[in-house]
Structures are given as C-alpha cells and as structure tokens.
C-alpha cells in the first residue's frame, strides 16, 4: 500500500494500515519493538529514581532503533517526518499488538 503524494492522512484508523505497509520487513519491527520496550524501561527508571535527566534518552533510543529498522532494513522514509503523533502512536500499538499476539514480528502481507 504506496501512500499517494496527495493523500492525507486525517485520522488513526486510516493512518495505521499505511503505518502497517511501512513495517513489513522482520527486523524493522524487532528493531521497533526494542527501542519501545527500551524507551519505556527508560522513562519508568527515570521517574521511579528520580533521575529525570534519563528522560532525554527516550527519544533517542525509541527513534534510533525504528530509524535503522527504516532506513538500512525497510529501506523507506519513517513516518515520523510527515505524520510525528500518528507515528508514535503507531509504535506503540504495533509494541502492544505483538505483546497480545494481534500482529507478529513477521508481517501477514
């Protein structure tokens, strides 16, 4: 599913499928799904010692992993740069999704 230049994405639900598109490559989603599960280990550290200061590193490892699954694995642009917070949401989903076994590592083409 290739987004159309002109087309914009005006909601979640129709946002997550062109997401989905965008993650088919096995080790992108790993990628993804470590450097969410890192990113939320990070930030329950940071306020549960009271070292806030390990806030700054959450979006550099949730980032930094999703940008190598994209760029060296998907070899496609993230949708971080057009649509930042329906991105983010979708990492999210797609971390619980695997969690509850509604998506798996390996895309269902």
Request: overall charge positive; proline content about 4%; cysteine-free.
């Amino acid at each position: 599913m290739e987004q159309q230049e002109s087309q914009r994405y005006t909601s979640f639900k129709e946002f997550y499928p062109y997401y989905l598109s965008e993650h088919q490559n096995t080790t992108s989603r790993v990628l993804h799904f470590i450097g969410t599960a890192l990113l939320i280990i990070v930030a329950i550290a940071a306020v549960l010692s009271g070292e806030y200061v390990w806030l700054l590193l959450v979006p550099v490892i949730g980032y930094g992993f999703a940008w190598v699954g994209h760029f060296f694995f998907e070899r496609n642009k993230p949708a971080t740069f057009k649509y930042p917070f329906y991105s983010l949401a979708s990492d999210f989903k797609l971390f619980f999704d695997i969690l509850r076994g509604k998506q798996d590592f390996k895309s269902k083409r």
